[in-house]
């Protein structure tokens, strides 16, 4: 199995609405990885978990909470979002450590915050 | 800083032709290097990566790269192209993260 799976695919939700993304993937990665991508716009790197803990934290705010609670899932989970915040979440898991290791992505959900 | 930049933002191709895609990275050791494609409302696919040993890299879907240090170039190349590799093309380097570059997006006309 070398899929990682996302839901939902598609969320609109309002400013003071509570939502979560899902992840999962069982290939076995320890590495995983959320990431925004805007319209025409490269993905945009925001969490990185290794070993089920945090290890990367790009300066995200507070409205997103990321979580691992166990080394196939991963959440992102959203809080009184901005309308600027709609766009694709991709999450992404890669095998190791090493830099030649290439990181699978899952097909992402499409966030529209009204 | 570390980057990897694409210096076309779209190419159209006619359906059969050859494409390019062009990457230029800023690095001084050997980068590890990734080319990923993404179809519309998708996620990002590998197509091929290089680290070290042969320039020439094969990947998925029928294409190529050549990794030419004295350029600073790891560009993307497929013989014939069909209208399924219309999409948005990344070049990426990875270190404790992926950096891509802006992307080329290739639209294929009949």
């Known amino acids: 199995d070398t899929e990682v799976t996302q839901t939902p695919k598609h969320l609109v939700m309002g400013m003071t609405n509570k939502k979560s993304l899902k992840c999962e993937q069982h290939?076995?990665?320890?590495?995983m990885y959320w990431y925004k991508q805007k319209a025409k716009k490269p993905p945009e790197l925001m969490f990185v978990?290794?070993?089920?803990?945090?290890?990367i934290n790009e300066s995200v705010p507070s409205r997103f909470s990321p979580e691992c609670p166990n080394s196939s899932l991963l959440n992102l989970h959203l809080h009184a979002l901005q309308p600027e915040d709609s766009a694709l979440y991709l999450c992404?898991?890669?095998?190791?450590?090493?830099?030649?290791?290439?990181?699978?992505f899952g097909p992402g959900t499409r966030l529209t915050v009204l | 800083a570390q980057s990897v930049t694409q210096p076309d933002i779209h190419i159209t191709v006619s359906e059969g032709a050859s494409l390019e895609l062009r990457c230029n990275y800023s690095?001084?050791?050997?980068?590890?290097l990734f080319w990923y494609v993404q179809s519309p409302g998708q996620g990002l696919q590998l197509l091929l990566k290089?680290?070290?040993?042969?320039?020439l890299v094969q990947g998925i879907k029928g294409f190529e790269a050549e990794f030419k240090r004295s350029q600073s170039s790891f560009n993307l190349r497929k013989p014939s192209v069909h209208w399924s590799d219309a999409a948005e093309y990344f070049c990426?380097?990875?270190?404790?993260?992926?950096?891509f570059g802006a992307g080329t997006t290739v639209t294929v006309r009949a």
């Open positions: 992404a898991s890669r095998s190791g450590q090493s830099s030649y290791n290439e990181q699978f």
């Open positions: 290939m076995g990665h320890r590495a």
């Open positions: 978990y290794s070993y089920e803990k945090l290890s």
């Open positions: 690095y001084g050791a050997t980068p590890y």
């Open positions: 290089y680290f070290s040993g042969d320039t």
């Open positions: 990426a380097h990875n270190d404790y993260k992926l950096s």
